[in-house]
């Protein structure tokens, strides 16, 4: 059974910082691409990164609302998706789910087939 | 950027069929991908490629696209059919991951 779980999220003052993880298990994780997902209190879904299947030299994208302040990652050895969370600021408030990405091997996000339960993060002084 | 348009709410009747659409600018030239999720949930991918249905998504769940408009279709609706449904492609300068601002579908 496939699955994603979330953790690290939690209250953090505005210019601050953060890591969330996504522990993967049901699966090859080294041939999935990876996605973090977000949903701001009330709101819709915002994409916000990918990246591909390697632990280095992988493809990855961001959105441009987190573009410069986020960074994704990745270690195949641990089944771990990361997402170092910088600069962080009231508007970044949401639950942040992991979903993996349906084409093994690709370099661009498809859809995504697994989520996790999310971890909520709350940016607030 | 892309915008995909989806009412905010749709109501349906138990047993009777819903249809939940997702606008876009030629969005039939492109893939449509939909999501259930209940309250507290995470999202459950429940139509993918316009008109594929993952396993163990009910039949009852289907898709199309053509033009300007996705339509996600839900046969003899249930009341386990609650949820907000959101559609998603990819954006056509970007080719990044689009969403719509998802639609709360309410079984009277």
């Known amino acids: 059974e496939v699955q994603l779980v979330e953790s690290g999220g939690g209250l953090v003052q505005p210019g601050g910082s953060l890591r969330l993880s996504c522990a993967a298990s049901g699966f090859t994780f080294s041939t999935y691409p990876m996605n973090w997902v977000r949903q701001a209190p009330g709101k819709g879904l915002e994409w916000i990164s990918y990246i591909s299947t390697a632990s280095t030299g992988s493809t990855i994208y961001y959105a441009d609302s987190v573009k410069g302040r986020f960074t994704i990652s990745r270690d195949n050895a641990k089944n771990s998706l990361y997402l170092q969370m910088d600069s962080l600021r009231a508007e970044d408030t949401a639950v942040y789910y992991c979903?993996?990405?349906?084409?093994?091997?690709?370099?661009?996000?498809?859809?995504?087939?697994?989520w996790g339960q999310g971890t909520l993060v709350t940016v607030s002084s | 950027s892309y915008v995909l348009t989806q009412p905010p709410s749709v109501s349906v009747a138990p047993g009777k069929t819903a249809r939940i659409t997702c606008g876009g600018n030629?969005?039939?030239?492109?893939?449509v991908h939909w999501y259930q999720q209940k309250p507290g949930q995470a999202p459950v991918l429940v139509i993918y490629y316009d008109k594929d249905r993952p396993s163990g998504i009910p039949e009852r769940f289907s898709g199309s696209n053509s033009g300007n408009t996705a339509t996600l279709t839900i046969s003899r609706v249930e009341a386990g059919d609650e949820a907000d449904y959101f559609c998603h492609v990819l954006g056509t300068s970007s080719g990044l991951p689009v969403f719509g601002g998802g639609t709360e579908l309410s079984v009277l």
């Open positions: 030629n969005i039939g030239s492109k893939s």
């Open positions: 979903a993996r990405d349906y084409y093994t091997g690709g370099y661009s996000p498809s859809v995504f087939d697994y």
